[in-house]
């Protein structure tokens, strides 16, 4: 049985960091952020995290919302045209990702 290599603890905060703000935790990812400062992770490179996190979050319910309207038969507005969160994505990519509104890659 191989063992593998553990991640470094800037990574397991950057992950958990992200997960708490895609779950919506009341936490908010708060204790994380300090921990990867205090690391040397840069304000920007946390940054991007925030915004991808952030992005699949939306991203996420406005998928759910548009399946229950169609489940329930609601005759919803569609999103406006600004609105890119769940256009398919420009790259060619195979996992459909679409990039965040400040440009950043969430795959």
Request: hydrophobic share 40%.
């Amino acid at each position: 049985m191989s063992t593998a290599t553990p991640l470094h603890p800037s990574i397991i905060a950057m992950v958990s960091l992200a997960a708490n703000i895609a779950a919506n935790h009341p936490k908010k990812g708060l204790c994380q952020i300090e921990r990867l400062r205090g690391y040397g992770v840069t304000e920007e490179q946390i940054d991007m995290v925030v915004d991808i996190a952030r992005h699949l979050r939306d991203e996420a319910g406005q998928m759910l919302d548009a399946e229950f309207d169609v489940e329930a038969r609601l005759a919803v507005s569609p999103a406006p045209a600004s609105d890119a969160c769940c256009a398919p994505a420009p790259s060619e990519s195979s996992c459909g990702c679409t990039p965040t509104a400040k440009g950043n890659a969430c795959c």
